[in-house]
């Protein structure tokens, strides 16, 4: 399983970027995928989840960020609106997939920069 992210740059503050992140491989099922961004210095952090049912976002990002996914792409995305320099980090993608050899297993994307020039 491979998951593969897009999207990342260079935005303006007030500007926005749509990050994407698809999932590849001999895959059955996915449960949850998640968006974690790592700032400098910092830990990776969770702020965004989807499954098929529902989605959620931490407060921090609440109404700047939207998080969605596309079930039959296998893809989820991230809208960021109004970026903000605190935005920068490098965004990971994240995803609970169960293929037709292993049981549930959580994969990882390689991670993608996102800057934001003031």
């Known amino acids: 399983v491979q998951l593969v992210e897009s999207g990342g740059g260079l935005v303006q503050a007030g500007g926005s970027l749509r990050l994407s992140c698809t999932a590849s491989?001999?895959?059955?099922?996915?449960?949850?995928m998640a968006w974690h961004r790592q700032a400098p210095g910092k830990e990776r952090e969770l702020i965004a989840a989807a499954t098929s049912h529902y989605d959620a976002k931490v407060d921090s990002v609440e109404g700047r960020f939207t998080v969605w996914r596309d079930d039959r792409k296998r893809t989820v995305y991230l809208q960021i609106r109004n970026a903000k320099p605190v935005d920068k980090a490098v965004y990971y993608c994240?995803?609970?997939?169960?293929?037709?050899?292993?049981?549930?297993?959580?994969?990882w994307g390689q991670g993608t920069q996102v800057t934001v020039s003031s």
């Open positions: 491989g001999s895959i059955r099922y996915i449960d949850e």
């Open positions: 994240r995803a609970n997939v169960s293929t037709y050899s292993t049981d549930w297993t959580t994969y």
